[in-house]
């Protein structure tokens, strides 16, 4: 067995299987924060996080509906969409963010928040937060 395969079989061993899951779904199908942690998505992808105290809050359906509308943009700055309605049930993502009321977060993939704010955004705005972020710019600079 060569070295390059040792480390790779070492490093995949180490890796959370829900991290190595997330090939079974669609990252820009939005998915419930519940049962999720901030970990399972650090180094692997940058989560925008949209809280609201309902699902039927209006501003949570104007964000989603905006997200939902540049999923291309989004997808190639490996964006999942998470989403936390249920204030009471207390996920660990909520726990760990303290939103309060309507809230969109956006991480880096070294788990910092990068976009925190009260408000419906524009995919625009994000994508150019995203862009500002060191790991985007470096990437950027790889060329990846």
């Keep these: ?12 061993s180490l890796t959370p299987a829900t991290v190595l899951a997330q090939e079974a779904f669609d990252p820009l199908e939005p998915r419930s924060a519940e049962g999720l942690t901030l970990d399972e998505f650090q180094w ?4 925008i996080i ?20 540049r999923p291309d943009a989004l997808l190639e700055r490996d964006v999942v ?11 660990d993502i909520r726990l760990a963010l303290r939103p309060r009321g309507f809230s969109i977060v956006v991480l880096g993939k070294d788990g910092t928040v990068g976009l925190r704010r009260p408000a419906v955004r524009d995919v625009r705005e994000i994508i150019r937060a995203i ?9 950027l600079r790889r060329g990846g």
């Design 50 to 69: 949209v809280f609201a105290d309902t699902p039927a809050d209006p501003r949570f359906i104007e964000q989603m509906e905006l997200l939902a509308n």
């Design 81 to 91: 969409i998470l989403f936390d309605t249920a204030p009471d049930a207390r996920s």
């Design 44 to 47: 692997v992808a940058r989560p």
């Design 1 to 12: 067995m060569t070295l390059f395969r040792t480390l790779l079989l070492a490093l995949l």
């Design 131 to 139: 862009d500002n972020f060191q790991l985007r710019q470096e990437e």
